[in-house]
């Protein structure tokens, strides 16, 4: 195989990582590179890997450990830490953080396609640092103080059929809160990054009608289109995404055609804001 190679997709966001096997053991120097690459432009994608559920498994498992079950989402028999992500459960086509509603959102997700549509079904990911850069002084300073309420009760789109009914009832059974910081402070990176997506419902301090023209200016920097990568999946790509300073959106424009994503999750942390404080709970189980 070739040697190791990035590609970047664009100014700022998104490589494409080459020369490397995900169904063999990947070097501890090879790790350290995809490493360095992971957190310097916040999601990967590789190409043309033929690989099983177990070999996703291990790829994510060297960022860190994978136990936290995600709170209400089906998963496969056998092994809880993989979840299929089939359009006929539900269409992930707004912007949000994985699991942001929980206390300590997941550090990355890695997505790997099992069965794809014959057009359509994008995934989009936008860097939350690149549109904190963005933010005029007198906005960031604003956003440098705000704490966010997020919530699995705030949006979570409707797919309209039976099947998706049931699925986001289940969704949205228990009710997650949490409080985190606008802005996050990256652990590995010390990079400041909006920490924002479609579960932050509110401001902390605020309705919700005051929050949201707040929420949605803060938002417009992280979605603007410099920020953000855009991959069409091919059989055998696999991708992971920091989920500490990114959001993504599955564009649903596949009609009526199946497309499932084997999606493994790594436990993250508990948000850091500027000032040092971390999130906390507001209500849920945690
Ligand atoms: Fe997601």
């Known amino acids: 195989m070739a040697d190791f190679g990035v590609r970047r997709l664009g100014g700022?966001?998104?490589?494409?990582i080459t020369g490397i096997d995900l169904g063999s053991e990947i070097s501890d120097s090879d790790f350290r590179q995809i490493n360095e690459a992971f957190l310097r432009y916040?999601?990967?994608?590789?190409?043309?890997?033929?690989?099983?559920?177990?070999?996703?498994?291990a790829f994510a498992a060297?960022?860190?450990?994978?136990?936290?079950?995600?709170?209400?989402?089906?998963?496969?028999?056998?092994?809880?830490?993989?979840?299929?992500?089939?359009?006929?459960?539900?269409?992930?086509?707004?912007w949000h953080t994985d699991i942001s509603f929980t206390l300590t959102p997941s550090l990355g997700t890695t997505l790997r396609s099992v069965v794809l549509p014959p057009y359509g079904g994008d995934t989009l990911v936008a860097n939350g640092a690149a549109g904190y850069v963005d933010l005029p002084r007198e906005l960031r300073d604003v956003a440098d103080r705000l704490?966010?309420?997020?919530?699995?009760?705030?949006?979570?789109?409707?797919?309209?059929?039976?099947?998706?009914?049931?699925?986001?009832?289940?969704?949205?059974?228990d009710r997650h809160e949490v409080a985190h910081p606008v802005v996050r402070v990256h652990p590995e990176s010390g990079e400041p990054s909006l920490?924002?997506?479609?579960?932050?419902?509110r401001l902390v301090g605020m309705t919700l009608r005051e929050?949201?023209?707040?929420?949605?200016?803060?938002?417009?920097?992280?979605?603007?289109p410099e920020n953000t990568a855009r991959w069409t999946w091919r059989p055998g790509d696999v991708l992971i995404f920091d989920n500490r300073s990114t959001?993504?959106?599955?564009?649903?424009?596949?009609?009526?055609?199946k497309r499932i994503l084997h999606r493994v999750s790594i436990n993250g942390d508990l948000p850091i804001g500027l000032d040092g404080r971390?999130?906390?709970?507001?209500?849920?189980?945690?």
């Open 12 to 16: 700022r966001i998104g490589a494409e």
């Open 42 to 57: 916040k999601v990967l994608f590789f190409r043309d890997q033929v690989i099983t559920d177990a070999e996703q498994l």
């Open 62 to 94: 060297r960022f860190g450990p994978l136990d936290l079950p995600h709170p209400m989402m089906r998963t496969l028999d056998g092994t809880p830490e993989v979840i299929p992500i089939d359009g006929e459960d539900q269409r992930a086509n707004h």
């Open 147 to 173: 704490w966010a309420v997020h919530t699995n009760h705030a949006e979570q789109p409707r797919l309209g059929t039976e099947r998706g009914d049931r699925v986001r009832k289940a969704f949205l059974a």
């Open 195 to 201: 920490f924002l997506g479609g579960f932050a419902q």
């Open 211 to 224: 929050s949201r023209p707040l929420l949605d200016v803060l938002q417009s920097y992280v979605r603007r």
């Open 247 to 257: 959001q993504h959106y599955g564009v649903d424009d596949y009609d009526g055609h």
């Open 278 to 286: 971390t999130s906390h709970t507001i209500e849920g189980d945690e």
